[in-house]
């Protein structure tokens, strides 16, 4: 039994009605409807980013039901009898116990979509002819291979939750934990996890554990990204040129670099239309300065490329805005960082199949296109032991 210290406040503080999950009404409605209307609809898919409540909302809505769960996952899919079992005709009494029953699949993006060895397709098999509700969540439920899938369910979007709700929500841990955390401190996590209550709930745990000196390094780096964002927010609500418009990128500690890519990422979120390509302009000619800065070693361009990316940018608009817009990371470094993830998997792949035929890794990844091919069969991936990333890395 772990201590209670040690429990993840996001397990502690889960939530576990339609009222505990915040800042989702929309979806929590939609699901109402789909309770009242199965089976018209057998399935519903609630899906969006990690940690936005869809888990919680499909336990919310066992408890609301005050119905049984039953879990499956996507190696269950692999065993037929099971799923025979659920759907077969002892599955349409009712649970002895309780009255109700609802069958979650809990994360099927990793569900694999190969023939006979899928899963997927028991899945559909299910949701034809399942006598109780099923609730799926995934990530990304409009990946290919949930076509048919998306037919057969309602789906339900779980958007990113409101920054104002995660800090509310951050506060009322504070309270019951007895932590003392300042209001600074709580925004900038509640801003930085862009909606992911989980990470907020993580963040806060980790930070209530630290000595000041190590809290102090630690939000220093966080008000980098703080900073970077009223810089963001300061150009993009205000029309007017002034000082301090000039000025707007000094307090931000962040290579030029990297400011550039937040403005880049950003203008599409704030910029429309006319205002979009007048945006665009001034980045583009700032990229014109940052090149010739990194070539000719001309650093009294960077003046130019600050001006670009401040007032440049703010002047493609006329008025001054108001309102909230959630700033988004730059997503080129995550991408790519991904593209390495999955090169990474093509070289796991080729190291195993590089042992057992004795070649060298390096042969075997000039003569991945033919690989592909060999490895189509299922029998030798079997012989490589190819775990279920490197197996969907191949089926992509
Ligand atoms: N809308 C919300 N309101 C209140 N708490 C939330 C909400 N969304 C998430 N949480 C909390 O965040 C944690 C993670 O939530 P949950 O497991 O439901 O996320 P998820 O959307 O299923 O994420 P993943 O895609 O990673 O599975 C839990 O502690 C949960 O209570
Ligand atoms: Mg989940």
Redesign the pocket.
């Known amino acids: 039994m772990i201590s209670n210290d040690n429990v993840p406040w ?2 502690k ?3 576990n009605c339609f009222a ?5 009404e929309f979806a929590v409605d939609k699901v109402k409807l789909f309770l009242k209307s199965f089976p018209k609809t057998k399935a519903i898919a609630l899906h ?10 499909a336990y919310a809505i066992a408890f609301e039901m005050d119905a049984e769960i039953l879990e499956l996952n996507s190696s269950d899919f692999r065993n037929k009898a099971k799923i025979a079992e659920i759907v077969g005709p002892a599955s349409r009494q009712k649970s002895l116990f309780r009255k109700n029953k609802i069958i979650l699949v ?2 099927v993006d990793g569900i694999s979509a190969i023939k006979d060895r899928g899963g997927l397709g028991e899945l559909l098999v299910l949701l034809e002819k399942s006598a109780f509700p099923i609730i799926i ?1 995934a ?1 990304d439920i409009w990946n290919r291979k949930f076509n048919l899938l998306r037919r057969k369910a309602e789906l339900v979007q ?1 958007k990113e ?1 409101d920054y104002k ?1 995660v800090l509310r ?1 951050l506060r009322e841990v504070c309270e019951k934990e007895n932590c003392v955390v300042s209001s600074e401190v709580l925004t900038s996590i509640a801003i930085r996890v862009r909606g992911d ?2 990470a907020a ?1 993580n963040d806060l745990q980790l930070l209530s554990k630290m000595d000041s000196p190590e809290l102090l390094r630690e939000v220093g780096e966080r008000n980098k990204e703080q900073s970077i964002f009223s810089a963001l927010q300061y150009v993009f609500k205000n029309a007017k040129i002034d000082g301090d418009m000039i000025k707007v990128y000094d307090e931000v500690n962040m290579p030029i670099d990297e400011v550039f890519l937040w403005v880049e990422e950003n203008i599409p979120v704030e910029y429309k239309g006319v205002e979009l390509v007048r945006a665009l302009d001034a980045l583009s000619l700032a990229d014109v300065f940052r090149g010739r800065i990194r070539r000719q070693r001309h650093w009294r361009f960077m003046v130019y490329e600050y001006f670009l990316l401040g007032a440049g940018v703010a002047s493609a608009k006329k008025y001054n805005r108001t309102g909230w817009t959630n700033y988004r990371k730059p997503s080129r470094i995550l991408k790519i960082w991904l593209q390495n993830q999955r090169a990474a998997k093509k070289k796991t792949i080729c190291q195993k199949y590089a042992k057992r035929c004795h070649i060298s890794t390096k042969t075997a990844m000039k003569d991945f296109m033919l690989l592909k091919i060999i490895l189509g069969k299922r029998e030798i991936r079997e012989e490589l032991n190819l775990d279920n990333d490197e197996i969907s890395y191949l089926d992509k």
């Open positions: 996001c397990e503080y889960r939530a505990d999950v915040q800042g989702q969006g980013p990690p940690g936005v409540g869809k888990t919680s909302l809990d994360e969540t990530n779980l939750v709700v929500i209550i989980r709930l």
